[in-house]
């Protein structure tokens, strides 16, 4: 399958700062990327679904100007977290797809902790 | 309101057995459903598909069901390896390539 990267892996900050997650597909070319985001012992939760070159997509009850999604590539997006509270803290995971795909394929996630 | 329920938190099957996960849908607008095997802070794995044209899609060990009228489907792998444990999620789009709604997945715990 498609490879997807995300860095850094796990992440840990003092509240109030603003944290940058990578997403990056490896081997194709991913026309839409996705952001979940997963409590313990939940499911995924998508955040944000965004295409190369246009606006995010957010979902229902997720604050757009907290959670800044940038696709300026066809192989990266990224993530950022402003002002980072301790509820925030939480594992975020990326999918990217392509129209070749036969599905979204997933990045290893990334655990934010938030001091 | 959870369109996609996995109603079984988890399962424990013996090794070589068959092991069976169910999940139900509620949005009759979902038309391709996808099956993930996730361990703990890792990504999804993405394990079998299947679109609301076929009833049943094989690949290996594992076997996707899907039954319209009854908006259910369900994963079975057969025979079931220990290394099989992990956490898996049922999901669902609305087309090909759309954004996946997912359930809560259910644990699948194979002894040998």
């Known amino acids: 399958g498609a490879v997807v990267s995300q860095h850094p892996s796990w992440v840990i900050c003092k509240s109030g700062t603003s944290v940058k997650i990578e997403c990056r597909s490896l081997d194709f070319q991913a026309t839409t990327m996705f952001w979940y985001r997963q409590f313990p012992k939940q499911s995924l939760m998508l955040m944000a679904t965004?295409?190369?070159?246009?606006?995010?997509?957010?979902e229902q009850g997720v604050e757009k100007d907290k959670f800044l999604i940038n696709h300026a590539s066809l192989t990266l997006s990224t993530l950022t977290v402003t002002s980072a509270h301790p509820e925030d803290s939480s594992f975020y995971i990326c999918?990217?797809?392509?129209?070749?795909?036969?599905?979204?394929?997933f990045g290893p996630g990334t655990r934010l902790l938030v001091l | 309101d959870q369109q996609v329920k996995q109603n079984s938190p988890s399962l424990s099957v013996q090794e070589g057995r068959i092991s069976i996960l169910n999940c139900d849908y509620t949005?009759?607008?979902?038309?391709?459903f996808l099956w993930y095997k996730k361990y703990p802070a890792e990504g999804p794995t993405f394990l079998i598909s299947?679109?609301?044209?076929?009833d049943k899609n094989e690949d290996g060990r594992f076997t996707v069901f899907l039954n319209k009228s009854a908006k259910h489907l369900s994963l079975h792998i057969v025979p079931s390896q220990p290394g099989d444990s992990a956490v898996y999620f049922c999901a669902a789009s609305e087309g090909y390539g759309n954004k996946l709604v997912f359930g809560a997945g259910t644990i699948l715990r194979v002894k040998s």
């Open positions: 299947i679109s609301s044209i076929k």
């Open positions: 949005n009759s607008m979902f038309d391709y």
């Open positions: 965004s295409n190369e070159g246009s606006k995010a997509t957010y």
């Open positions: 999918s990217a797809g392509g129209l070749l795909q036969e599905t979204q394929y």
